[in-house]
């Protein structure tokens, strides 16, 4: 009999008691709404933009109602408009060019390498297209932050992060999300910190988060947060900045803060589970592994590798076998994406010439998530059995891909 594994790869933590017994704290009082606020209390929301601020080392944090919103407001706050051209990452989640479209602006896709980041040759060629990079960490994989800062403050390009894989990682130990003028993350159910829903976005510019704040839908109470510039920033600003209501709330806000307070923990336990299943697939036969930067502290709360011009019918039956064993892959580079699209050519609303290079790499991703409810014997066998599979298929091949 051959081993499976019997683990949900969509089975995240629980919240933690203490986020529980806040949130029962927050229904009792009815107070859910951020400015909803009894006389001398902060409000769950203004507390926890006040601990993100510090987490990150950002002068601002605003919480709000999910990722992909923390990306358009900060994309409204910097100035973006309609038919601004705005480049982004061809690998990415469906959410980022989305954000864009939804201004009415335009991605511009630049192309991917082998180690699952942007291609700084195809930016350095890209850039006189755009005044702004959304600049997406896919999958928690950090780009050279230096070289990429350095071409766009050449280029005068504004860098807004997509920190949604990256919550809690570095690069020279600064974290993601400090490198460009805004970083934007989600607290939704599948990153690092669970509130169903949720997002941030920080900045160290005042009169950006200024905007964002009273973009966010502030109701001129933004006199409320713990996090946000001075008043004479919002006299500047609050007449001239549309309200585009997508607030966080106190319930939501009492979930995250203890889960905030423990996710340094949670990357050091991520990062356990994710170099088990990266030493059980080293040196797989026609497996490339995706390594990091040494610059990078990442966060492994997934995991990918690349079956590089293998033929699709090959890769298709790798995933059946794994599948087969309890063990469940995507694989980005189907020809009709399944259940989430997360490449260039699946957004048919933005134009786009092919890109050879990034469509080999593209076709060869596959991924896999890593929640913190398994083991690291758990994630030996998953190793193992992807290992078998792979190697399975691998041998079958003639001639060899
Ligand atoms: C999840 C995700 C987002 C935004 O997420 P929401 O679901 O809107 O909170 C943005 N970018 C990437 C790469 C993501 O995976």
Known sequence: MSERFTGSFTQQEPIPEAGIAAALEVLRSGRLHRYNVAAGEAGEVALLEQEFAAF?????????????????CALRAIGVGAGDRVLTNAFTLAPVPGAIASLGAVPVFVGVTEGLVIDLDDLVAKADQAEVLMLSHMRG???????LMAICTGAGITVIEDCAHTMGATWRGVASGRHGAVGCYSSQTYKHVNSGEGGFLVTDDEEVAARAVILSGSYMLYGRHLA??????????????PNVSGRMDNLRAALLRPQLAALPEQVARWNARYRVIEEGL?????????????EAEQVGSSLQFLLLDWSEAAIAEVLRRCAARGVELKWFGGAEPVAFTSRYDSWRYAACAPMPASDRVLKAIIDMRLPLTFSRVDCALIARIIRAEVGAVYQSLSPAP
Request: glycine share 10%; proline share 8%.
């Open 56 to 72: 990150t080392g950002a002068k601002y944090c605003l919480a709000v109602a999910s990722g992909g919103y923390a990306l358009a």
């Open 141 to 147: 994989h950090i780009c050279d932050m230096d070289r």
């Open 282 to 294: 080293r040196d797989t036969p026609g497996l490339q592994l995706v390594t990091p930067l040494d």
């Open 228 to 241: 946000a510039p001075g008043p004479e920033v919002f006299e500047r600003v609050k007449y001239h900045t």
